[in-house]
């Protein structure tokens, strides 16, 4: 069973930058595509940023496309997440995860594609 540790959020005014890392362990995590995740309050788990188990490919969601970049260091078991040009509206707590699937191909912008989380790191944007 896979287990992920966010780290790296924390309380930054808007137009700033901040660098989330997630450790995994308990599989071979260059197997597996990495997503990451955010949640408001009062909001659904919204789709932030994938990246394929190669590295070859990542996906974004729009509201952060051309100011996010996802990238992994499979030597290192961690995924990142590089967040620039933080909004206000970018505040919530953001999740890393993993596919339940290994070599998978495609964007998963589903939840439930994914079978393992982290405990997740809260990033609040100040205006």
Not at 44 to 65: L, M, N, P
Not at 103 to 121: E, I, M
């Amino acid at each position: 069973q896979v287990q992920l540790v966010e780290s790296g959020g924390g309380l930054v005014q808007a137009g700033g930058s901040l660098r989330l890392s997630c450790a995994a362990s308990g599989r071979t995590f260059s197997n597996f595509a990495m997503g990451w995740f955010r949640q408001a309050p009062g909001k659904e788990r919204e789709f932030v940023a994938q990246i394929s188990w190669s590295g070859s490919r990542t996906f974004y969601a729009d509201s952060v496309k051309g100011r996010f970049t996802i990238s992994r260091d499979n030597a290192k078991n961690t995924v990142y997440l590089k967040m620039d040009s933080l909004k206000p509206e970018d505040t919530a707590v953001y999740y890393c995860t993993a596919d339940r699937m290994p070599f998978r191909v495609g964007v998963l912008l589903n939840p439930a594609q994914y079978d393992a989380w982290g405990q997740g790191t809260q990033v609040t944007v100040s205006s």
